[in-house]
């Protein structure tokens, strides 16, 4: 009988009465199982989240800074000057006569307007 009873109260003696077992099933597995459900939840549902719209969010700015470059800032500013300019020197063009008269006349005209306008007082 002793041999009986020995054999459980050994074993029972040796794991330190299942202490440990019932420490890790009770506290230590429920902690570690709400602890991979906060990480998920913050992962997947808070922080990803953010950094996805922030991410978006940067895309799309960037997207719009790239169509108000290419309309505006090209489109207006640095091509539209370029045309602008090319347009007057083909529309210029036709008043360069090389005829010495045609340039005179264009000064006398100019200089008659000028003192038309100082003397009625339109001017400056």
Known sequence: MVKILGRPLFTLLKNKYYVDEFYFAVIINPVIKLADLAAKFDYDWVINPIV?????????????????????????GVLGTARFFKWMGKELRYTQTGQVQNYLLVIALVSLSLVGVYLFGIGF
């Open 52 to 76: 996805n719209f922030v991410g978006n969010s940067g895309k799309w700015l960037a997207d719009i800074s790239a169509e108000f470059d290419r309309v505006v800032v090209d489109g207006l």
